[in-house]
C-alpha cells in the first residue's frame, strides 16, 4: 500500500491550497486518514483527522480554515486550506492507518508535500 499526496505549493497570505492524498494497493482497507504538518525546527503536528463513520478532529490552530474530507470510494483524504498565514508554513503528510492482507494493520504516511505562505 503507498500513499501519494499532491497540491502543495506557495501562496500568498490569505489565499488557498487543496491537498489530496490517494492511498493504492490491493485488498486493504482505510479506518483513519488525516494529515500531519511539520515547520522547520519543529515538531511535527496533528493538523486533522477523520475516521471511516465521519468523526473529525482538528488541531485548535487550523479550526475555521481548513477542512477535511475523505472519499472513501477513491481511498483519497483531502485537505482543503483556506485563509492561510505564514505560520501555516510547513510539510505537510497524509497518513493512514490500513488494514492490510499482507501487512496487517498499520500506519502508512505520504512522501510530504510543501506548503509555503508568503507574508
Known amino acids: 500500500v503507498q500513499l501519494q499526496a499532491s497540491g502543495g505549493g506557495l501562496v500568498q497570505a490569505g489565499g488557498s491550497l487543496r491537498l489530496s492524498c490517494a492511498a493504492s494497493?490491493?485488498?486493504?482497507?482505510?479506518?483513519?486518514m488525516g494529515w500531519y504538518r511539520q515547520a522547520a525546527g519543529k515538531q511535527r503536528e496533528l493538523v486533522a483527522v477523520?475516521?471511516?463513520?465521519?468523526?473529525?478532529n482538528y488541531a485548535d490552530s487550523v479550526k475555521g480554515r481548513l477542512t477535511i474530507s475523505r472519499d472513501n470510494g477513491k481511498n483519497t483524504v483531502y485537505l482543503q486550506m483556506n485563509s492561510l498565514k505564514p505560520e501555516d508554513t510547513a510539510v505537510y503528510y497524509c497518513?493512514?492507518?490500513?488494514?492490510?492482507?499482507?501487512?496487517?494493520?498499520?500506519?502508512?504516511w505520504g512522501q510530504g508535500t510543501q506548503v509555503t505562505v508568503s507574508s
Open positions: 497518513t493512514a492507518l490500513i488494514r492490510s492482507i499482507d501487512s496487517g494493520t498499520r500506519a502508512y
Open positions: 477523520i475516521i471511516s463513520g465521519g468523526g473529525i
Open positions: 494497493g490491493s485488498s486493504f482497507s482505510i479506518s483513519v
